[in-house]
């Protein structure tokens, strides 16, 4: 066997070279949520819970848009695994087109609709209106995330992610300035409080956003993928994008729906419960962000390699890919369990949220036994292009997760750890992803 044919397989380091940079840039980028929490829960336990709420409804629309970039993601990657190179720029332009359709749209639904619907199932008047001063200034962002989101698509389905870290650290630079500024009010400027956090988070993917931009204009040869070309709206590709994209959009936005959901009830125990959970998914997202970068590149590789003909290695591929990701999370999730109290502490000097958050913190480590392989695996039915198969395998998660802890909290009234066993049930029905992979049923498809 050749060495040109044995770097079709995908090696480990051929693996961990395309995620690390997509890992980096999602840990930078997850900073911001970490800043953003540090520095509310030194403003008040009021905010602290409102910018879970909030921040976690931003991203239920948000990953409507990022699921749309993911089903183009998978497109772009057959076609540079076919290497027909000069066919990824149109899917690029297309979907830019829809999305800043989408962005528009939704930044006026949620400014019309998004006070009503907050007033309905928020129970504490603090909380709702520290929501929506927050989402007032964070609907921005959509215009600017949506774009940026299909640059980072088009870079990690064509494998040229190092661009991913510079693009974060501008990023992540440009939010902690402007958190510790508008926040508090500094360098002349008024202490606007959760409102300042919302505007420093979407002033930065504005910047994310440009950076991209002036970046592919100048360092990539994008006259090799035909970007930046636009003739006209060309409908037949945008329903092909859609054929594959609609499926993971309701995926994403159901799944983050789920997670709205969950704050929600968390929310009815009170503003510590409420509080506590902010901090301790901000922790749980920073390790999640080792799982999407694993599984995005999941996603990218599967779709080249079948794009290759290589249908056979997508399950030895998937199986490598989880190994790899718990090799990295493992020792973090360790470190985390013997350290609880230091963990909690970087985000608040509250002792009842650090006292009371240990014991949650470890039902949450420990539920990674059975998202890492669970995600992975959902991306990968994902990369084969069965998009519809792996929307209705988070379906069924996403169902029973919202019926359990509507049971535990509405009804048994069970307390904030027991309400976070709920990921573990989510993640233990989303491990018949591999049993889907197992069947190959998807090599039906053809994208």
């Not at 480990?12 to 520095?39: C, F, H, W």
């Not at 993601?73 to 830019?96: C, L, S, W």
């Not at 490598?320 to 020792?331: D, E, W």
């Not at 992975?376 to 929307?391: C, K, L, N, P, Q």
Request: aromatic share 14%; net charge positive.
């Amino acid at each position: 066997m050749t060495q040109k044919t044995q770097s079709l397989h995908f090696s480990n380091r051929e693996i961990i070279k395309i995620t690390l940079p997509v890992l980096l840039s999602l840990i930078m980028e997850q900073l911001i949520g970490i800043t953003d929490t540090a520095y509310l829960g030194r403003v008040g336990e009021a905010e602290l819970g409102a910018s879970a709420i909030a921040g976690v409804f931003y991203l239920v629309i948000f990953m409507l848009g990022f699921g749309f970039s993911i089903g183009a993601q998978v497109i772009m990657a057959r076609r540079n695994g076919e290497h027909r190179y000069k066919d990824i720029g149109p899917v690029f332009t297309q979907g830019n087109i829809f999305l800043f359709l989408m962005a528009a749209f939704f930044f006026l639904a949620t400014s019309t609709f998004a006070p009503r619907l907050l007033g309905h199932i928020i129970e504490s008047e603090k909380v709702y209106n520290a929501s929506l001063s927050y989402l007032n200034w964070r609907i921005y962002g959509y215009f600017f995330a949506f774009t940026a989101a299909m640059f980072r698509a088009f870079y990690v389905a064509t494998t040229n992610t190092r661009i991913l870290i510079s693009n974060s650290v501008v990023m992540v630079l440009t939010n902690v300035v402007l958190n510790y500024v508008l926040i508090f009010g500094k360098l002349g400027f008024p202490a606007l409080g959760i409102a300042g956090a919302a505007m420093a988070s979407s002033i930065s993917e504005a910047v994310s956003l440009i950076f991209f931009i002036v970046y592919t204009k100048l360092k990539t040869d994008y006259k090799a993928y035909d970007l930046f070309r636009f003739n006209t709206i060309d409908l037949k590709l945008l329903r092909s994008i859609l054929g594959v994209a609609v499926w993971i959009m309701l995926q994403q936005g159901l799944a983050y729906l789920s997670w709205f959901y969950f704050f929600v009830e968390i929310e009815h125990l009170g503003e510590t419960p409420l509080a506590i959970t902010n901090i301790v998914r901000s922790l749980a997202t920073f390790l999640f962000m080792f799982l999407s970068a694993f599984a995005s590149t999941a996603s990218s590789l599967i779709s080249n390699l079948i794009g290759l003909g290589k249908q056979h290695e997508v399950v030895p591929l998937s199986n490598r890919i989880v190994g790899l990701c718990f090799l990295f999370i493992t020792p973090l999730v360790l470190l985390l369990a013997l350290f609880p109290q230091q963990a909690l502490a970087v985000y608040t000097n509250n002792p009842v949220h650090i006292t009371q958050g240990v014991a949650v913190l470890w039902v949450m480590l420990s539920s990674f036994l059975l998202s890492t392989p669970g995600v992975i695996y959902e991306f990968s039915v994902s990369g084969t292009g069965d998009t519809r198969a792996a929307m209705l395998l988070a379906l069924s998660s996403i169902v029973v997760y919202m019926i359990y802890i509507y049971v535990m909290v509405e009804r048994l009234h069970a307390d904030v750890i027991v309400a976070w066993t709920s990921d573990h049930v989510y993640y233990l029905v989303l491990m018949l992803s591999y049993v889907y992979l197992r069947t190959g049923r998807w090599q039906r498809l053809r994208v």
